[in-house]
């Protein structure tokens, strides 16, 4: 284990769970980059792992990003799923031969004592259809709750990776409800209990819960969405062209997120969802592709 | 003589593909080093979540040069059988080659000199190749490498009679090569650092000193053995799993059982739902009372020995469960809020299969051939079977299947006995997506019966109609299974069930008969038999033919049956020769033959016993009892070996004599035929 990483305290609070894992991995030398500034539906979407996962240039990165699955909102109602919450995120590329002994480094730091817990990896591969990526890996169990992702890309884009690199995904609301012995994701201490404004995370989000339910699942426009998705989708091609593989996979990220939001409406039969997964994945292969010749092109 | 050990250590290996690993890397390295004429006494393979082992025991420390002659092909041959020659010799070109002369030609000859030496210089290149020959259902890259395995390699152990082998793997890109050792790395969190081994005895010893138990079967032994004494004091007892016994000890290289306790709560929930929920999410085992219901006491296996005796960790995985089964709770409290009968039009927003509409309207067709099929259910009370058929699919729409799709059916059922329906309707609804393989209960009621029937009949003939039919190794949509079901329902419950009334394709009848020939192979059968019997054609009452075949199958078996089938084949062989010289025969030799014109006793006689035969057998086959109808043949078989004896069939000075005995031959053949194609029957 590194010896740069600073001690912390055990986290007792949601906020110190991220504060711990961000000086853990940028221990482990990760730059920490802060969220995606787009709607995205987990944190595999963010540029530092989509994009920096092709190519062959080293990365190492850690970041949170807000995730957003509309379809998942129960308005603030089941203590376990949200529509909105947060992954924490690290990727280090090339994977590490002891990758495993630093993740579980992090486990430690986040007050996980092995001695007294059973830590498992479990079988678990990972694809995305609309990236067109998958990856080999396990889930993380403690004491058989899940705690982590774990995997090892192999595709990106439909690009098969120069280099692979090991994602590491923290779900932190369930790590946290785990870690804090939580029946519910609002009853979770945001800051600290002895803190001067002392809050919870249903103080902070269970109104953001209820009404962004509301919205993905009643109000949004679908007609808007419609074209907002035929919109972005137009933009992504012709910034492709332009060869700008940046601002074309922003596009592509706003496809997605308006794809997730049309389904939540329950506008998109069945047959339907399978071309307009493919659309986004498309999308995602041109930018891809886009995104590479420029890395090729400066190392060569 | 000497042992090999070899030990590839990785990051966690899943546990469905560690057994079938093991062996594949047994088979490899034993083939290659077979391939380079290594001999050796036994070899034993092991496969933990982080390694494969594998030990090979009396090596030649040495090998001896190998000298070895091939045969080729005669000088001049065509040039295919010369090149497969050089092929199989490991030759370039003919040079390498010599002609010598065996008296009967100029031959090629290979000598093929396998060159001997230290066996320990051979070892590495086997290891190697087999590394990369193993098939791994799925592998990957790593760092920067292009070498492809389960998960990252981390280290070698390669020790030939006590010594490191040199030889290295080579992982591609910029990674280092992973040098043979002779060091390797204990359990995860129970044991620090490396250590070195000398031997297999020495590496399975400090591997126990260093938590990790390296054979399969000893671990599930000790998770046995543990799970069994913790039920003892718990006055319980352990629900056997197989499948999930073999999948833990995949899991843990030290296994550690330890006792939970299910939240009393939960207790109402069906049992099923209880079990599915402890093994398909955490690989739990359940347990039981003596009587054999479900207590709320499980078993889960930790890889760890904690410091506080595991308290925290069973702590943790009841308080996993609890979130679970509260799921669990929830769906079957809010599904029996809802009849099944209201969730019908749900059913029409779910997609069977794009070409095959919804689920509403499978359900709608397998309503109406429930209906037509209970006509052959004894004791099927078409009400029932119609109030089941419309109902069975209800549950897919229930939070709780949503939830776990494999409590289809089971869930359906509960739920109906909740309304009150009748239990004849409810236990149809959870019997008809049975039997699920060949060794599931088959259901057995006359209404589950109906609608077990009409559910894989419906998928086999829509599958079929819209050309997706199975293919050698993909059956996406189970249709060997669904037809097997049908097989088992109806033979096992004896219905009399005319298949070709429920569909037209032919091609799908002869898939039925495939399977029912594997079916009868399976059970000790004979294929040709089932042969004979489908050979007849237009027989699509299983139930009938299975009959047909058991008393073929049984006469067949007695020396009489034997004896005739000799003079069937005699006398069939005998036609068709002639058959084939002269195309017109067949129309002149069909019906009986004329009585004016048979000439000896011996063809009289056959002649007789053919007629009574006849009109044995014409009643036996109406009453369908078909050992009668074989015992009728046993009467033909004196007769006609008398006449194979004294009888010449094609007297040449008297054609119309000819003609007349090759019409009685003929004859005996339509005769047997008539109850099954005798010629298909291997002597």
Known sequence: MSDLSPTRAKPTSFQELILTLQDYWAGQGCLILQP??????????????????????????????????????????????????????????????????????????????????????????????????????????????????????????????????????????????????????????????????????????????????????????????????ADAERECGKLVEKKLPLPAYEQCIKASHTFNLLDARGVISVTERQSFILRVRDLAKACCEAWLATQTAKAA | MAELLLELLSEEIPARMQTRAADDLKRLVGDGMKAIGLSFTGARAFATPRRLALVVEGLPVVREDVSEEKRGPRVGAPDQAVQGFLKGAGLTSLDQAEKRDTGKGEFWFAVINKKGGPTAEALPGVIEAAMKALPWPKSMKWGSGTMLWVRPLQSIVALFDGKVLAGEIALGGQMAPIKFGDTTRGHRFLSKGDFK??????????????????????????????????????????????????????????????????????MDVPPEVLIVSMKTHQRYFATTKADGTLTNRFVVVANNVARDGGKVIAEG???????????????????????????????????????????????????????????????????????????????LVTGMVGEFPELQGVMGRYYALGEKLPAAVADAIGDHYSPAGPNDRCPSAPVSIAVALADKLDALTSFWAIGEKPTGSRDPFALRRAALGVIRIVVENKIRLPLGKFFKAGDLMEFFADRLKLQVREKGGRHDVVDAVFALGGEDDLVRLLARVEALQAFLGTEAGKNLLTGYGRAANIVRAEEKKDKGLTARITGAPDAALLEQAEEKAVAAVLTEVEGALKPALAAEDFTAAMAAFAGLRAPIDAFFDK???NVTDKPELRLNRLKLLNQIRATMDSVADFSKIEG
């Open chain 1, 36 to 229: 995606f500034d787009m709607e995205m539906g987990a944190g595999t979407f963010h540029t530092a792992t989509t994009l920096r996962a092709l190519g062959p240039k080293p990365w190492y990165a850690a970041y949170v990003q807000p995730c957003r699955r509309p379809g998942d909102g129960r308005y603030g109602e089941n203590p376990m799923r949200l529509q909105h919450y947060y992954q924490f995120q690290a990727i280090l590329k090339p994977s590490p031969p002891d990758i495993l002994e630093r993740y579980l480094g992090s486990l430690e730091a986040i007050g996980i004592d092995t001695t007294l817990h059973d830590i498992r990896f479990v079988e678990d591969d990972w694809e995305s259809p609309t990236l067109g990526a998958w990856g080999l890996g396990w889930e993380v169990w403690c004491d058989g709750s899940e705690i982590s992702q774990f995997t090892y890309f192999q595709q990106v884009g439909g690009i098969e990776v120069d280099m692979v690199a090991g994602e590491i995904t923290y779900g932190l609301e369930r790590l946290a409800m785990y870690l804090f012995d939580k029946k519910s994701i609002y009853e979770l201490p945001y800051n600290s209990a002895s803190s001067e404004v002392p809050l919870s995370y249903g103080d902070v989000f269970l109104q953001n819960e209820r009404e962004q339910s509301a919205y993905n699942f009643e109000h949004a426009d679908t007609d808007m969405l419609f074209r907002h998705f």
């Open chain 2, 317 to 395: 995985n009841e308080r996993v469960l609890r979130a679970r089964l509260s799921d669990a709770k929830f769906f079957w409290d809010q599904d029996r809020k809802t009849t099944l009968e209201s969730r019908l039009p749900a059913l029409k927003g779910i997609v069977f299969h794009a070409k095959l509409g919804t689920q509403a309207e499978r359900v709608e067709r397998i309503a109406k051939l429930a209906g037509e099929i209970a006509a052959f259910v004894p004791g099927a009370d078409a009400g029932q079977v119609q109030q089941a058929a419309r109902l069975a699919k209800a549950d």
């Open chain 2, 647 to 649: 009888v010449t069939v």
């Open chain 2, 197 to 266: 081994v000398a031997s297999f005895a020495d590496y399975a010893a400090k591997l126990k000193a260093a938590h990790v138990v390296l054979d399969p079967a000893e671990r599930k032994k000790i998770i046995l053995d543990g799970a069994s004494s913790l039920c003892v004091g718990a006055q319980v007892a352990l629900k056997a799993d197989e499948g999930l016994l073999d999948e833990v000890a995949g899991l843990v290289e030290w296994p550690v059982p330890l006792l939970g306790t299910i939240d009393a709560k939960f």
